[in-house]
């Protein structure tokens, strides 16, 4: 870095090659910082506005560090970078994690206050998996065999805790307040059990089916939306679930940290090379079982037949009283559902992507790929769709017309119940000292 003369790069093997990238730019700023010994580059190359907020983002970074070394002790490279890459085109988005770099890019800019949280919140993610998935990692996931798919039953370990941590370590630095990290766990906790998906697939199973899940292109229609889940949010209220379950059991002593711990000493650190790739051979799942067991000194075996391959509910409410907290489940507030999702991204105007099973779209003989065209006689955009639906109340027959292939057809939607649910974490009224001395326990840097 900070070089314009090299020609050059050397690596010790392909694999680490490819798992080092490489920003080419005209112009980014170079800032460093150390945590326990160990040094840090931020590299920021950016397009659109930067609100001169360059210096806190290094310093909100540093905070994310700090956390996260203090649940996992120092890491064992000497030096890490993050590349950051504000595109400030709306549509450029991702985060992706390396051995000891990682490479963020953002659609929007810098100075737009939802975009640098954003960006903290992928640092904690990617940040964390220096240690959980490209050190400690299922045992399908290196060495590489690239001839074929590496499917492993584990991405809710591995991607789903990482997103569970990642937000928890928000709240440990110092960026979100309590309140922003139990509402961004309420917001999980609504997408996944408001999803039909996830009464029909388990974490392992959406973990298994990855390559159809994550960022998959679809050449075929498919009915998704109401058959599957995403390990990652899924994950991530397991790892809620279980953390808590781990410390309530027992009173405080133990948590999902020193399971996450136990399993990079015993998978990692003090495994021998098994091959030319990194320390140890990987985990299998059942392994990840035992060590949740283990730790907690009581049987969870039962957890993870119900929840983890099977599609029990978590329990929440045994989960959160531990900290004095509670599930609130209301009705959800719109007036009426008609389970229509649009097509974000047609030409074409306003495409249906999705028809929800049992929804008023689907009474009304609704497909995904209809485009429609009018209600009630007027034409209708993707724009106005939702103001000109607003204007009917549940049981109203709207009429519509839809064009299907070449052929134009005319449907009656009537909206249904709201069907959804509004999930909300809050404070137990009777919380007693002892669960708010858990609380803060769970939520302060380790
Ligand atoms: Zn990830």
Redesign the pocket.
């Known amino acids: 870095m900070d070089q314009t003369d090299q020609r050059e790069w050397k690596f010790p093997n392909w694999d680490i090659m490819i798992d080092t990238p490489t920003e080419i730019a005209p112009d980014w700023s170079h800032e460093e910082f150390q945590v326990q010994g160990k040094k840090y580059h931020v590299m920021v190359h950016s397009f659109g506005e930067e609100g001169g907020k360059r210096a806190a983002l290094v310093r909100d970074i540093k905070k994310i560090v700090r956390a996260e070394t203090a649940m996992w002790g120092a890491p064992e490279f000497d030096s890490y970078t993050f590349l950051l890459h504000f595109a400030a085109d709306d549509r450029s988005g991702d ?3 390396h051995l000891t770099s990682t490479q963020i890019i953002q659609p929007g800019a810098l100075s737009e206050p939802e975009v640098y949280e954003s960006t903290l919140s992928t640092v904690a ?2 940040f ?2 220096v240690w959980n ?1 490209k050190r400690l990692r299922p045992v399908e996931f290196g060495p590489w065999d690239f001839t074929r798919p590496a499917n492993t039953r584990s991405l809710w370990i ?2 789903g805790l ?2 569970y941590y ?1 937000h928890l370590n928000m709240k440990r630095a110092g960026i979100w307040d309590e309140s922003r990290f139990l509402r961004r766990e309420s917001e999980t906790i609504n997408s996944i059990e408001n999803a039909p998906g996830s009464r029909l697939m388990s974490a392992e199973e959406s973990s298994l089916t990855a390559p159809f899940i994550d960022r998959a292109h679809h050449i075929q229609r498919t009915n998704q939306a109401n058959t599957s889940i995403s390990y ?1 949010p899924k994950g991530e209220l397991l790892g809620l679930v279980l953390d808590l379950l781990i410390r309530g059991r027992t009173d405080g002593q133990k948590s999902l940290d020193d399971v996450m711990r136990r399993m990079y000493d015993q998978f990692y650190l003090n495994s021998p090379n098994a091959t030319y790739y990194l320390r140890g051979r990987g985990y299998h799942s059942e392994e990840f079982q035992r060590v949740v067991s283990e730790v907690a000194g009581t049987d969870f075996n039962d957890f993870f037949t119900r929840h983890v391959r099977g599609v029990d509910v978590p329990p929440y409410d045994e989960a959160l009283s531990y900290v004095g907290l509670r599930l609130v489940r209301e009705q959800a507030r719109e007036p009426y559902s008609v389970g229509l999702m649009l097509n974000a991204s047609s030409p074409q105007g306003l495409s249906i992507g999705n028809v929800l099973n049992g929804s008023a779209g689907e009474d009304a003989g609704l497909q995904p790929g209809d485009q429609i065209l009018t209600i009630d006689g007027k034409k209708v955009t993707s724009r106005d769709w939702l103001n000109r639906l607003n204007r009917y109340q549940q049981g109203d027959r709207v009429p519509i017309s839809f064009k299907r292939d070449r052929r134009t057809l005319q449907t009656t939607l009537v909206p249904g119940d709201p069907d959804g649910f509004e999930y909300r974490i809050e404070e137990k009224p009777d919380a007693t000292a002892g669960q708010k001395a858990l609380r803060v326990a769970w939520l302060k840097v380790q």
């Open positions: 985060g992706m994690e993610h990617e964390f998996h998935v591995a991607e990482t997103n990642g990652y």
